[in-house]
């Protein structure tokens, strides 16, 4: 089949859970397709090739709130005018222009990462128009795949339904560093620091997770791994607010430095306030790795303790737990990741594809 994907920055080299999510699925789903990724060209870092992956990148821009919705409407005009089978649409807000693709007769598959009008960075207009997106994209496409098990459930009632499928994030079986340069760069001791993984952006709580860490009585530091786009204001404000000497900003980190940072590390936290399903999270449980987790509905679809969960936004009882998990100095922990295969996942996608093949082949 030909695949036409667009709705992610790309992939490789590029942050983000959807970027993520992209580059292991299509990966593997190349091995039996043809498939075409629609890029925003300002993300663009690489043009490693893949093998059945053709890259098309088309002009954007990084300003927050106008960057998917003007690669959308270009990737929906690109792709209104090619052979494909199947348009895959990665998030509410790129599938704002899914009826003219509907119109066209085309196969559309949506995935629903995250309802990203949630996210506090949006203003009234902004929210507005991605809740519109998403009833635009719920009714025209063919299939949705949920990642979050809790948000399908939201519109279980709705009369299209019967299109739903709940397909979770995956993630690559651990590997081992091979060295410690990066560790030693940043002068980080093996099992001696906290690791955070993730877009420096609100949603997040770093601010929450700093705050906590800075009120603990602790030799450990804190390491945060990844950057910000847009929300600059609010990485500068974390930055100027910490001791730098404890709380340590890496920047975007992948690859082989980030399986030291996983490897190395001495705790997990995500202190996220909203999630789709955090693939970092499933990284560091495949890591083996103790973890912390804010008790959001995401954060719920895997199968951790009672006690690695902390009241989301609440300093003082994530400096409490902190201050125990350091203190008991957790052995590693192996976690059942049977679930979260990248070949399963990918068989299950190229399923409901074959599924909306046929349907198209009866309907003519």
Not at 45 to 65: A, Q
Not at 73 to 86: C, E, G, K, Q
Not at 164 to 172: D, T
């Amino acid at each position: 089949m030909n695949i036409s994907v667009f709705g992610t920055r790309g992939f490789p080299f590029i942050q983000g859970g959807v970027e993520n999510h992209c580059e292991h699925l299509y990966r593997r789903l190349a091995q039996t397709n043809n498939i075409t990724v629609c890029r925003r060209k300002p993300y663009v870092c690489s043009n490693e090739p893949y093998e059945n992956i053709r890259f098309v990148d088309l002009p954007s821009t990084k300003m927050k709130g106008f960057e998917p919705l003007l690669h959308s409407f270009l990737a929906t005009f690109y792709v209104l005018f090619n052979r494909t089978d199947i348009v895959h649409i990665h998030n509410i807000g790129p599938a704002l222009f899914s009826p003219l693709l509907r119109l066209a007769g085309k196969r559309i598959i949506l995935t629903y990462h995250s309802p990203n009008y949630e996210h506090k960075k949006w203003n009234a207009f902004a929210r507005f128009i991605l809740k519109r997106s998403e009833s635009i994209a719920l009714r025209n496409a063919h299939a949705v795949i949920f990642v979050n098990k809790f948000q399908m459930d939201k519109f279980k009632d709705r009369p299209y339904s019967g299109k739903f499928y709940f397909i979770p994030n995956g993630v690559e079986k651990s590997m081992a560093p091979i060295s410690n340069d990066f560790l030693n760069q940043w002068e980080l001791t093996s099992s001696k620091y906290i690791l955070a993984v993730g877009r420096i952006t609100p949603e997040k709580g770093f601010d929450t997770l700093i705050n906590a860490f800075l009120a603990t009585n602790t030799d450990y530091k804190l390491v945060i791994a990844g950057h910000t786009e847009s929300e600059t204001s609010y990485q500068n404000k974390l930055k100027n607010s910490t001791d730098t000497k404890r709380v340590l900003f890496t920047g975007f980190v992948c690859g082989e430095h980030l399986r030291q940072l996983y490897n190395n590390a001495g705790l997990f936290v995500l202190s996220s306030t909203n999630e789709g399903f955090s693939i970092a999270l499933l990284e560091a449980m495949s890591y083996h790795l103790p973890i912390i987790v804010s008790d959001i509905p995401a954060t719920r679809l895997v199968d951790l303790p009672e006690d690695c969960y902390f009241p989301s936004g609440d300093e003082v009882a994530l400096s409490v737990l902190l201050e125990e998990k350091i203190k008991n100095k957790i052995s590693p922990i192996t976690y059942d990741m049977e679930k979260y295969n990248w070949d399963t996942i990918a068989k299950k996608t190229s399923r409901i594809y074959n599924t909306l093949i046929k349907k198209s082949v009866n309907e003519k």
